[in-house]
């Protein structure tokens, strides 16, 4: 309705008008691009305006018409009405009138109008199909249009502008109707004139699009103008277009995310937004985390802070139910280790509210690899519930070698998950000379990420950003437009400091004659700037009172952010109002308040960095060592107890001081007082997992010792010295290790202040897989405490010792040693992790020792007490005793450092003692399945506790015994092949040992499920096969054992014994090494027996030797079958079989059938084949034809079953060929076994019929 009607409203009657306009304009168009047939007449629909409230009245009538079409009479042609600016101004007398707020008749009008009385008004805008054609509304003349040129039509335009203005309408349309009625005057027209149809065009869809905008007045202000720059993502189309096609992608495994990178200021963190916004879209959740210039106040800080905000997220926005099935999840995944986690994470304990009613102790070999496994078990954990999770890091350039490797975990731990969107950003103008940074970001180059690099806006960008800030049309930003691009260079930071610094000269403002922003842009092209962001950050700053600039260099002392809580310490600390001053400076742009999160944060790290630069260094100095010594009077205060009360207030109370450095200091004993505060902020950083921050900390804290420490602060020189060498040991820094160690020997008052140090110099040994120079440096160690050298297996002293220790353990009960006293003594504790290191040192350079070890480990723990190393002393003893055949006692003690493990302070090497147990002790007696399930948990457990060798042992060793058990070969084939990828990158020579033992597996796997042509290949699905690795694998004796195995085991399975019978000799090769039996090995001996038996029969000359191989064999697994029938009983009975079958015993036939049944019933699938195929062989020697191929076709069935398809065929091969049968329509499914074995006479008074 019309503001003359009942419900009237001005503003409302504009917008109601504007589409009939941009209807006009668009007419118009068409018409002048020959668009329209019939030029005369032409009509456009304006189904498209949804105004059914709205009408025209025609000049007149009196009568009110609904308009339906609109259409421009063309008449008379030709003329100078065809030039583009008598055309707008015409549409502009149309348009005046359409946006008068109430009807004008001709009388009331303008002067100006008189005396153009030819030109179109709204009459000649035909309504209901109806063309007003009369010639009172032909087109103006060209000498019309020169008189309107003269001084009295500039008048009129200001009478028709104003007359619109006073009934309320917006300065915008005001100003649309002035610029086109300013076309009148031709090449004299004002710089604000139209120039095209276009560009009114645009202006009236900015105005229906965007009221607020385009349309509506500025607020009325005088005295603080605002000038709010636009909020939205410019000139980034293309790159948006990336990371909506890259989301999309996820959900199809083929892109995890994107990495955004280039200069300062070129708007990475805005576009980051657009994946939030996009996140939304899909209901997931998005959080972000930046890292800081001035590094992470806090360990792992940064990452604990995004994580920390998705458990807050999670907290509020789920059920009951999935809080309940999260926690449920988490305690299972993250067990006793998640406290180690709560520390970075605190709202942790919002979704494990159970596991921390009491009190928990976390216990890690590695806790920076615990930490990173139990952050990708959080992760994977809340988006298996919510579905959808996006995280973003910013400033990537700055983050700490910790926090890049735990992001590589993550990346890792979720690949293949599409529920999981990564978004990073780096400057990579700062990363040229960074090369631990370079050479993370080829690490991840193998996971798909899409790379976008960020170059500087356009000027159309910059006419945009400006259109938007300043309420305008971009046809009249366009000029400033260019002149700032060209200074800014086209930064959007700098762009957007540059506005506000001419805003704030007064180059950019507010016409409040006409209500719109304008510039002087003769002044802003003659004004000088700096030739980068930070020196015009800089320069603006120094104008600003002296409170802000004050109040932004305390500010930067803290980085990207303060929060309240030390704005507060800090206020009390200078007597001033540091809030009321900071939220002053977040009126002027340069940082935001988030009360949200508590912080006054930097609009930018580059303004951070500015602020910084305000203060010469020693005042920063100063400032720093102020800020951090106040900030820990009032942790004291806050917990007088303790010393340290909340984390982050601690380490920034730390970094502080570090910031100030020893120069700093002022005041006597305060050097002291912060090297004291660096010894236990470095320890609480291993605490946290984050040895190289605990490295920098401690090295601070020798940096504030005085000249003299080691006399007038022995203890405290002492402490940091043995543990920067301990952190430089677990980072591996070898030189700092010995430099230290140095100190700590020739400083040292006696030798048990030195072994602490010592071990770290035989640790990094360790580390750097030097195993020979690791062993002889343990040994000397061990003998300056006054330990005995190490006696070989066989040494009559070290055999009277295992006696006198089996005497000692049998007059003990399990309850006894598990209730033993914890031992107390640190050198005590050294002694024992020693010789843990001279046991995985000496299993591969000197095997012998290993017997003399394990009896001193349990030994030295009978002695002084249990520690974390008590279950790998009693599972090495163990390991001695399975040895030598002790197997129950060995058995007894396995399960007993198993027991010692539910002891929360003695768990940490869990891993190890579960390996070390079931790889060498309790095989022998629990059934192999139970084996494979144990090894995954202390995979398990390895990664739980940081364990990483350890954790990817059990992990081979299940996938190992796996197939000696008999599981499913598809199964093994996809664990071997992802866990050969997994340690395909891993720079250790284990991890070597490991590839190659696992692509021997690989390959047997394939070649039984496919054929043994694939051993003639390369590379299998992108893997190495055995006969790649071998060519390159050193000559050590556990390779080749475990070629011979496989081979055998492929060449018997084939039948295909060409070469092989000569290295039918894994029992010898396994004595001459000394090499401790394991299931993988026991599997080679038995294929050793049986391949000896078939050579026996298959070659007289050699019978009686191959005969004596195999009753060798046997014999060793009868031993074995007294202890676990369940593993070894069908093994004993197939070989008594074939031991008989060879010396003609017609027995045979009754043991190849309980054998059959046991493998059967303790689901060896794999062996039940094996079974079937050589009792078939068996009977069809003996001409019972039916029976036999029955026996095959199960066989062949049980091999496919256990999924060696390559072997099946062979045997269906046989079966097709020797009986001429189909195998397809033969009996043979597992219901037939019985009715091959049902009772008969003796296999000797048998008569066969042909099948």
Same mark, same amino acid.
């Given at each position: ?90 549409? !502009? ?203 992470? *106040? ?244 120094? !104008? ?40 002053? *400076? ?17 609009? =930018? ?76 902020? !470095? ?176 030994? =030295? ?73 144990? =090894? ?19 992990? =081979? ?6 197939? *000696? ?48 042509? *694939? ?53 010898d090769t396994i004595a001459k090494h000394k090499h401790q039996l394991n299931p993988l090995y026991l599997h080679g001996v038995l294929f050793e027996g049986l391949a000896s038996f078939y050579f026996a029969r298959e070659r007289p000359n050699e019978r009686l030797k191959w005969i004596t191989k195999g009753d060798s064999v046997l014999a060793r697994m009868r031993g074995l079958s007294d202890h676990s029938s369940w593993n070894w009983k069908n093994k004993t009975l197939l070989l008594e079989a074939e031991r008989m079958y060879t010396l003609r015993d017609e027995g045979a036939a009754l043991f190849y059938e309980k054998a059959i049944q046991s493998a059967r019933e303790q689901k060896f699938t794999h062996e039940e084949g094996i079974a079937s195929e050589l009792a078939g062989m068996f009977y069809h020697e003996k001409g019972l034809h039916q029976k036999s191929s029955q026996l095959l076709l199960h066989s062949a069935r049980s091999y496919e079953k256990w999924g060696a398809l390559a072997v099946a065929r062979r045997v269906k091969g046989f079966i097709e060929k020797q009986y001429g049968l189909d195998v397809s329509q033969m009996l043979g499914d597992d219901d037939a076994l019985e009715c091959i074995f049902e009772p008969s006479e003796s296999v000797s008074n048998k008569r066969q019929v042909s099948g």
């Amino acid at each position: 309705p019309r503001p003359d009607q009942q419900g009237g409203n001005v503003l409302e009657y504009i917008q109601s008008a504007l589409p009939i306009a941009l209807k006009l304009t668009e007419c118009l168009i068409k018409e002048e691009r020959g668009d329209q047939p019939n030029k005369r007449n032409t009509s456009v629909p304006l189904s498209s305006i949804a105004m059914a409230n709205v009408f025209l009245r025609a000049m007149g009538s009196g009568v009110s018409h609904s308009i339906q079409h609109v259409w421009i009479t063309n008449r008379g042609g030709g003329g100078d009405y065809s030039q583009v600016t008598s055309r707008l101004f015409a549409l !502009g007398i149309v348009l005046y009138e359409l946006f008068s707020v109430d009807h004008l008749l001709q009388e009331d009008m303008p002067e100006f109008f008189n005396v153009t009385s030819n030109l179109p008004t709204l009459n000649a805008i035909g309504l209901n199909n109806e063309s007003r054609t009369d010639d009172h509304y032909r087109r103006p003349s060209k000498k019309s249009h020169r008189q309107l040129s003269s001084s009295p039509e500039g008048n009129a335009i200001s009478q028709c502008t104003a007359r619109l203005k006073s009934k309320g309408a917006p300065s915008s349309i005001c100003a649309l109707v002035g610029n086109l009625l300013d076309c009148s005057n031709g090449e004299f027209s004002s710089d604000d004139c139209y120039k095209s149809f276009q560009d009114l065009q645009l202006d009236l869809k900015l105005m229906m699009d965007d009221p607020f905008c385009f349309l509506d007045d500025i607020p009325a202000n005088p005295m603080q103008p605002l000038l709010m720059l636009g909020d939205k993502i410019y000139g980034r189309e293309e790159e948006m277009k990336v990371i909506k096609q890259s989301f999309l992608l996820r959900n199809e495994g083929k892109c995890c995310g994107v990495i955004t990178k280039g200069g300062a200021g070129v708007g990475k963190s805005k576009l980051a937004t657009y994946v939030e916004d996009l996140t939304i879209q899909s209901n997931g959740y998005f959080a972000m985390a930046k890292f800081d210039q001035n590094e992470d *106040v806090m360990p792992l800080s940064t990452i604990g802070s995004l994580f920390n905000s998705l458990c807050n997220l999670f907290v509020q926005s789920s059920t009951p139910a999935e809080l309940e099935l999260v926690e449920e999840i988490l305690d299972s995944a993250l067990s006793n280790q998640a406290d180690l986690l709560a520390g970075v994470v605190p709202a942790l304990k919002k979704l494990m509210p159970s596991a921390f009613k009491n009190e928990i102790s976390s216990s890690c070999v590695d806790s920076a690899a615990s930490m990173r496994y139990l952050f990708g078990k959080l992760l994977l954990t809340l988006a298996s519930i919510w579905g959808q999770i996006s995280v973003c890091i910013d400033d990537l350039q700055w983050a700490d070698p910790a926090s890049l490797l735990l992001i590589s975990y993550l990346m890792s731990s979720a690949a293949g998950c599409s529920s999981i969107f990564f978004t990073f950003s780096y400057r990579d103008d700062e990363v040229s000379d960074n090369g631990r940074f370079n050479a993370w970001l080829y690490s991840i180059s193998s996971f798909p990420v899409k790379v976008i690099t960020l170059k500087e806006i356009s000027p159309g960008s910059v006419t945009s950003i400006l259109s938007d800030s300043l309420h305008l049309s971009p046809r009249l930003t366009r000029p400033l437009a260019s002149v700032l691009h060209h200074k800014t260079r086209g930064n959007p930071l700098f762009l957007r400091q540059l506005i506000e610094l001419l805003r704030e000269q007064g180059l950019i403002f507010i016409d409040w004659s006409h209500t719109r922003w304008t510039w002087d842009l003769n002044k802003i092209i003659n004004t000088e700037l700096h030739s980068d962001v930070l020196a015009l950050l800089v320069s603006e700053m120094q !104008g600003l009172p002296t409170d802000l600039q004050f109040g932004l260099k305390v500010a930067s002392c803290w980085g990207s952010c303060v929060k309240y809580s030390i704005v507060d310490i800090l206020s009390e600390e200078l007597k001033v109002d540091l809030a009321a001053i900071l939220k002053k *400076v977040c009126k002027r742009s340069f940082m935001t308040n988030i009360s949200d999160d508590a912080v006054f944060r930097f609009s =930018h790290d580059k303004i951070e960095q500015a602020a910084h630069d305000l203060m010469p260094e020693q005042q920063r100095r100063k400032y720093h060592m102020r800020f951090g010594l106040a900030l820990f009077s009032n942790i004291l205060n806050s917990y007088p107890n303790a010393g340290v009360g909340d984390d982050e207030l601690f380490f920034a109370a730390v970094n502080q001081t570090n910031s100030g450095g020893p120069s700093a200091v002022t005041k006597t004993g305060q050097k002291s007082l912060v090297a004291g505060l660096n010894l236990k902020a !470095g320890r609480r950083a291993i605490e946290l997992s984050d040895y190289r921050a605990a490295f920098k900390l401690f090295k601070h804290g020798i940096s504030f010792l005085e000249n003299g420490h080691w006399t007038t602060c022995y203890k405290l020189s002492l402490d940091l010295f043995n543990a920067v060498a301990e952190a430089a040991c677990v980072i591996n820094d070898g030189d700092a290790v010995k430099i230290y160690s140095d100190q700590v020997v020739a400083h040292a008052n006696c030798f048990d202040d030195k072994i602490n140090c010592l071990y770290s110099t035989t640790q990094v040994l360790r580390n750097s897989e030097k195993l020979v120079d690791c062993g002889d440096s343990a040994m000397d160690l061990l003998s300056r405490v006054g330990e005995e050298s190490l006696r070989p297996l066989g040494d009559p002293k070290l055999n009277i010792e295992i006696q006198d220790m089996n005497s000692v353990l049998l007059n003990m009960s399990d309850e006894t040693i598990l209730n033993m006293e914890k031992t107390t003594s640190d050198k005590n504790r050294i002694i024992l992790k020693l010789y843990a290191m001279c046991l995985s040192a000496f299993q591969y350079i000197n095997p012998s020792l290993k017997a003399a070890v394990s009896v001193r480990l349990v030994s =030295h723990t009978l002695k002084t007490g249990l520690s974390a190393m008590s279950p790998i002393a009693f599972a090495a003893y163990g390991e001695l005793l399975a040895g030598i055949g002790q197997i129950p006692e060995a058995c007894r003690l396995g399960r007993l450092a198993m027991k010692l493990l539910q002891k929360r302070d003695l768990a940490t090497q869990s891993s190890h003692a579960i390996f070390l147990v079931h790889q060498t002790i309790l095989w022998l007696s629990d059934p192999l399945q139970s084996i494979v399930d144990a =090894h995954l948990l202390g995979q398990k457990a390895g990664q739980q506790s940081g364990d990483v060798v350890l954790s990817n042992l059990n992990w =081979h060793v299940s996938i190992v015994v796996s197939i *000696v058990a008999g599981y499913e070969l598809n199964d093994v084939a996809e664990k071997s092949t992802f866990y050969i990828r997994e340690v395909q990158g891993l720079e250790n020579q284990l991890f070597a040992g490991f590839m190659i033992f696992s692509v021997l597996l690989h390959s047997t796997v394939l070649a039984l499920k496919e054929g043994l042509h *694939v051993l003639e290949l390369d590379h299998i699905y992108n893997i190495p096969t055995e006969r790649v690795v071998l060519a390159e694998a050193p000559p050590k004796p556990m390779i080749e054992l475990q070629t011979k195995i496989y081979r055998l085991s492929r060449a018997f399975l084939f039948r295909q014994f060409d070469e092989v019978a000569v290295n039918v000799d894994i029992s010898d090769t396994i004595a001459k090494h000394k090499h401790q039996l394991n299931p993988l090995y026991l599997h080679g001996v038995l294929f050793e027996g049986l391949a000896s038996f078939y050579f026996a029969r298959e070659r007289p000359n050699e019978r009686l030797k191959w005969i004596t191989k195999g009753d060798s064999v046997l014999a060793r697994m009868r031993g074995l079958s007294d202890h676990s029938s369940w593993n070894w009983k069908n093994k004993t009975l197939l070989l008594e079989a074939e031991r008989m079958y060879t010396l003609r015993d017609e027995g045979a036939a009754l043991f190849y059938e309980k054998a059959i049944q046991s493998a059967r019933e303790q689901k060896f699938t794999h062996e039940e084949g094996i079974a079937s195929e050589l009792a078939g062989m068996f009977y069809h020697e003996k001409g019972l034809h039916q029976k036999s191929s029955q026996l095959l076709l199960h066989s062949a069935r049980s091999y496919e079953k256990w999924g060696a398809l390559a072997v099946a065929r062979r045997v269906k091969g046989f079966i097709e060929k020797q009986y001429g049968l189909d195998v397809s329509q033969m009996l043979g499914d597992d219901d037939a076994l019985e009715c091959i074995f049902e009772p008969s006479e003796s296999v000797s008074n048998k008569r066969q019929v042909s099948g």
